[in-house]
């Protein structure tokens, strides 16, 4: 162990980190011990304002005695249950209460244990939809630029990030991108949902003409863009999206991993902004970070397409070994009743306008281009210093850290998403404390 801080092993090298810097973080590293309600502890003791709930998972704040019970009563009980042809009672009660908060026309549910394997998930369920109906020749998949929906192969080629897809080959092919609906020089310092770029939902249109409809099997998207660096959808988008998909016969996919479990302020954006998509996928919230999990919610007709043949015969062959497993499902359990104790999938709504207010006063801090917002999602937009981009935002990211206070950053863009549990007080401390960085930043 390392002799100034015992909480930090002395040797980094083995651990190959994900989505980071190695080589400087190795150098310099930023370690997290602890971590309750509002707070992480840093390995030096420090207490650091958790400003994104971890990465946008964490909805109910940290080690809430709920969920920390709830785990350690089912390891004690059930550990580990096969998930093929057997089962466990609380995945069933999990995702009972899942329907209960579900969007409008959500009767299934499937587990998987990631953003990433929901998204898979959906468009194989999507594919496969097609083809139970008869309706092979849907193959194609359209995504949009900019998009996330994690990091396996069917979500890096419908997401839009370029770094993301450029190293890993000819990626799936049938796919289309939609363009993305960030339009700074029409929408800069919106507060809330953008009145500009209705239209970008009729590119829809475009594609389906080059490709004609009967080829085409879903559109995903995120209601609103969250890794990309916080892109609001234009006001009337998503409901043009859905006409354009049901004219068409194509399933609307809304990638709700970010979105979902009250970020917005309501369960889920697909109530935030009124419309209903066919598949809805959820992960992060779901376990509210705890242990992985996420899932994968369907109508009727979907699923009901599928439960056709031999009864004894599989219906989807695809799941995982730890779909639905028992320490996930009790730590969503738990966290779906913290969620309803607490008020927390609504409570955004209430603090939206504070949120929004304290935000928009960055406005006219150094370096502040635009400045984003949506329910409990914040997004400050820097100048990228010349020939340097995502440095600026980088070095904000540094010294927020070190000065107590937990950002992320996207290229040269603050992203904000604190736990549900929020203080008005919080938020203070939050925007006065990235007042001060963007101060001293160069
Ligand atoms: N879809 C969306 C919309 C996401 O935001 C995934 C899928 C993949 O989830 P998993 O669980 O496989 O990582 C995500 C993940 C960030 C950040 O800071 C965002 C994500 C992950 C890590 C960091 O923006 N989103």
């Known amino acids: ?118 998204v898979e998930t959906a468009l194989k369920i999507a594919l496969a939809y097609h083809r139970a109906k008869g309706d092979g020749s ?21 997401g839009g990030i370029v770094p993301n897809r450029k190293m890993f080959g000819t990626l799936l092919t049938g796919v289309d991108h939609l363009p993305h609906t960030h339009l700074p020089k029409r929408n800069a310092f919106t507060r809330g949902v953008p009145e500009h770029g209705v239209e970008l939902a009729d590119e829809l249109e475009r594609i389906v003409g080059l490709h ?22 234009p006001k009337g988008y998503l409901k043009r999206l859905r006409e354009i998909c049901t004219k068409h016969g194509i399933l609307l996919i ?6 979902g479990y009250g970020r917005l302020g309501t ?44 009864e004894h015969m599989i219906e989807f062959f695809h799941g995982y070994t730890y779909s639905g497993n028992p320490m996930a499902a009790a730590c969503g ?33 150094p370096y502040v281009i635009d400045v984003r917002n949506i329910g409990l999602v914040g997004a400050i937009e820097l100048e990228p210093i010349a020939g340097a981009p995502t440095k600026r935002a980088f070095s904000a990211f540094i010294k927020a850290f070190e000065s107590g206070l937990l950002i992320r950053t996207t290229g040269d863009i603050i992203a904000l998403s604190p736990p549900l549990i929020v203080e008005k007080t919080h938020i203070d401390q939050i925007v006065d404390g990235l007042r001060t960085i963007l101060n001293t930043i160069e």
């Not at 995903?220 to 969250?226: H, L």
């Not at 609504?346 to 929004?356: I, Q």
């Open 267 to 310: 369960p889920f954006a697909a109530d935030y902004f009124d419309v209903q998509p066919d598949i809805v996928v959820t992960a992060k919230g779901l376990t509210n970070g705890v242990i992985p999990m996420g899932a994968v919610m369907v109508t009727a007709e979907i699923h009901d397409a599928f439960m056709h043949g031999p």
């Open 333 to 365: 359990l738990a966290t779906l009743e913290t969620y309803k104790d607490e008020g927390l999938l609504t409570r955004g709504a209430e603090l939206a306008p504070y949120w929004e207010d304290a935000l928009h006063s960055l406005r006219d801090a």
């Open 254 to 259: 809304f990638d709700e991993v970010i979105t």
């Open 138 to 158: 849907r193959f194609r998949l359209i995504g949009r630029e900019r998009g996330y929906h994690g990091v396996n192969f069917g979500g890096i080629s419908v």
């Open 212 to 233: 004609d409809a009967s080829t085409i099997a879903a559109v995903i998207v995120e209601p609103v863009a969250g890794s990309t660096g916080v892109i609001l959808p």
């Open 1 to 118: 162990m390392n002799q100034q801080f015992p909480n930090i092993p002395n040797d980094l090298s083995a651990f190959w980190m994900p989505f980071s810097a190695n080589r400087q973080f190795k150098k310099a590293p930023r370690f997290l011990v602890a971590a309750k309600d509002m707070h992480y502890t840093s390995a030096d003791g420090r207490k650091i304002l958790d400003g994104t709930a971890g990465l946008w998972c964490v909805n109910a704040g940290h080690a809430r005695p709920k969920i920390v019970e709830a785990i350690q009563r089912q390891a004690e009980e059930l550990d580990y249950a096969p998930a093929f042809q057997m089962a466990h009672p609380k995945v069933f009660e999990l995702a009972n209460r899942l329907i209960d908060i579900a969007p409008k026309g959500m009767e299934h549910v499937f587990f998987t244990n990631s953003g990433s394997e929901s």
